[in-house]
């Protein structure tokens, strides 16, 4: 999570229809049992919308430089306007997110409309169980201690 990670969520309204987004930005609690995650209500509309206290939900962290991917399954304990620290978690983020995928060969073109850190809403986390989804022959297994909040 500490690493220049790409972020994608997932969750679904009460319709059950999915809703996906991409974060800007994550910040593990303390104590590991919340995970505040940053997303973009301009640019995620829709996954905002369905956003439901209670509700189940997926980060997906892959690391763009080996593919290294975990799934996070958890459940929204909260959702509200982003504070001055979340913003700058974000913006710093978004720096060196640029940075690494820059030098793999992603345009700058692109990488505009992937990370966009405005109007952020923080989203709070409560980690259920975490899966390894690098391709191989550990993919989708649980991580050593899923099932406890990470």
């Known amino acids: 999570m500490l690493r220049s990670v790409m972020i ?3 969750t679904r309204g009460p319709d059950s229809r999915p809703a996906i987004g991409r974060g800007v930005g994550l910040r593990l609690g303390e104590d590991r049992s919340i995970l505040d995650l940053l997303v973009s209500r301009a640019q995620w509309p829709a ?3 369905d956003l439901r206290v209670g509700a189940a939900f997926a980060v997906t962290l892959s ?12 459940r929204l304990a909260e959702f509200g306007d982003a504070d001055a620290d979340d913003v700058n978690l974000a913006d710093s983020y ?30 709070r986390l409560i980690p259920m169980a975490v899966f390894r989804q690098t391709p191989g022959p550990g993919a989708g297994m649980a991580h050593a201690g899923a ?4």
């Open 147 to 150: 099932g406890t909040p990470a």
């Open 8 to 10: 994608t969520t997932a």
């Open 63 to 74: 690391d763009p430089t080996d593919y290294q991917t975990y799934q996070i399954k958890a």
């Open 94 to 123: 978004v720096r060196r997110m640029t940075q690494t995928l820059l030098e793999l060969g992603v345009t700058a073109q692109q990488l505009a409309c992937w990370l966009l850190p405005r109007d952020l809403v923080r989203l």
């Open 47 to 49: 996954m905002i919308s």
